[in-house]
């Protein structure tokens, strides 16, 4: 009798276990799945324009090279109280992209004042969302969150205006993007914290924005400081710390792969895109001018009056690149053609486990700093999973999704996936 007990208190028991650890692999394939852009994704990011030829030039680069929509980093035009410059300006965007087009914009510290004025720059850009169909939210351009195709992006005054404080712009950020359901997120801004840009500007935003937008595992747009700037992966925006399992560093100490980005829960990058057409400054920090640069070897690719080649331009990134939801290629283009950075971007997602439901998990992970790629499921089981990575041919079960990767991990440490 004793026995048939403890065999039925071990039955239950199993039961038990396995029931638990299917709900739980359940909300991590729930969490897991996430809204993508719509293929092929065309964003032009660009800050700092003025409405001179100049900024002409850089608009008409935008439409040739046909983007499906722009972020703009503030600082349309140099009159901050002047509405007419406001109005000069949309009218010279307009004529070139059309007045339904997806034009977005942040305040910069020359708009503050035609940004909020009656039919200023916030007016106009929220007609011109409405017309183009996006969903936007909140006080546009200070701060405010937008959805258009897929793409969830919050624009932000990113400090030093007086109409919301540090602690505002960092919490509203954490409310927005803590639990999104997108695959793709930006944090759009004009300033800059004085360690992330290349010229003369001081900190103005505070590390709270950085933070937040790394931890929730967004792209950092800005502008402010008239140059080009781009970072490698980093895990710490505060100290400029280089995600070193992703970029490993050589015999010297410099970070590799400066063009291959990851962007995922905590770690991300960030960029200045600042020559959109009023002018452009020199590289005042991190010397030398030429790669891997100073600093901490953060720094993955800088455009200022210091290097060859420069001129204004636009940063394109495109999501959701030839059917892969996971994966974006960026690079930033002058006007006369030239492409001055090149890089790529991939999330911590992808990769069906079943074609019945069409379940994602992610794709990245890390064992003790090695880089597990994507893998090929063979079979769906209860409570678990069974994976065989196609790289190396080494499979792995377990119950937990997240573990699987540190079981590929243990069995090949000697190849790194790419």
Known sequence: MNAKKGTLIIAILLLFSLLVNNLRNSAILAQAVKTPTDPNLKVAFIGDTGYGDNARAVLNLIKNEGADMVLHQGDMSYGSENIED?????????????????????????????????????????????????????????????????????L????????????????????????????????????????????????????????????????????????????????????????????????????????????????????VSGIGGKNI?????????????????????????NQEGTDYGALFITFNVDGMPNTASGEFKTIKGDVLDSFTITTGTSEPISKEFELYIPVVGSFQGHDLGPFEPVEVLTGGYEARCRRCNQSAWVGDSRLMYSLLGEKCRKARHR
């Open 86 to 154: 406001a109005i000069n300006w949309h009218s010279l965007m307009v004529g070139i992209l059309g007045s339904d087009y997806p034009y977005f914009g942040s305040m910069g510290n020359h708009d503050d004042e035609a940004w909020i004025a009656l039919g200023g720059y916030q007016d106009l850009l929220e007609v011109q969302a409405t017309k183009a169909g996006a969903k936007c939210s909140g006080n546009y351009g200070i701060n405010s969150i937008c959805t258009y195709r897929g793409l969830e992006f919050i």
């Open 281 to 305: 400054r020199d590289q005042e920090r991190c010397w030398p001018y030429d790669y891997p640069y100073g600093c901490s070897f953060e720094w993955a690719r800088i455009v200022t009056t």
């Open 156 to 271: 932000s005054e990113g400090g030093n205006s007086g109409f919301t404080s540090d602690d505002e712009n960092e919490q509203y950020i954490r409310d927005q993007f803590d639990d999104s359901s997108h695959l793709w997120k930006i944090c759009a801004w004009h300033h800059n914290q004085s360690e992330m840009q290349v010229g003369g500007k001081e900190s103005s935003t505070g590390w709270g924005v950085y933070e937040a937008c790394r931890e929730t595992g967004a792209i950092i747009a800005t502008a402010h400081e008239h140059s080009y700037s781009r970072t490698k992966t980093l895990t710490n925006m505060t100290n400029q710390t280089v995600d070193t399992a992703h970029h490993p560093v050589d015999s010297v100490g410099v970070p590799q792969n400066p063009d291959n980005l990851i962007v995922s829960t905590g770690r991300t990058f960030a960029f």
